[in-house]
């Protein structure tokens, strides 16, 4: 069984940066591609960035430039590095998991799901 555990969200003032962690654990973390999305109030989840466990990436327009997703296989930990913020980027951020070499792109590709930390940016 898979679990993950995010950290590294909170306030911070647009233009600021935060990098948020999601710890793994379970079975074989190199086998397993993550993703990062979220979710604001009254709006769907949405897809945030990728990282296959071939470290292939993959963004969504809205984040491109601006955020990067690595992961470190030797501690079994996945980050979303996230710069230049803007208030729209407010939301929910929850770590997602699935096994093999994809991008998990939309959330019906989650197999596991962190609870979400909360990322407040203020204007």
């Known amino acids: 069984q898979v679990q993950l555990v995010e950290s590294g969200g909170g306030l911070v003032q647009a233009g600021g940066s935060l990098r948020l962690s999601c710890a793994y654990s379970?079975?074989?973390?190199?086998?397993?591609?993550m993703g990062w999305f979220r979710q604001a109030p009254g709006k769907e989840r949405e897809f945030v960035a990728a990282?296959?466990?071939?470290?292939?990436?993959a963004y969504a327009d809205s984040v491109k430039g601006r955020f990067t997703v690595s992961r470190d296989n030797a501690k079994n930990t996945v980050y979303l590095q996230m710069n230049t913020l803007k208030p729209e980027d407010t939301a929910v951020y929850y770590c997602?998991?699935?096994?093999?070499?994809?991008?998990?792109?939309?959330?019906?590709?989650?197999?596991?799901w962190g609870q979400g930390t909360q990322v407040t940016v203020s204007s």
């Open positions: 997602a998991a699935r096994g093999g070499n994809v991008v998990i792109s939309s959330a019906s590709m989650v197999e596991s």
């Open positions: 379970g079975r074989t973390f190199r086998n397993y591609s």
């Open positions: 990282v296959t466990w071939s470290r292939f990436t």
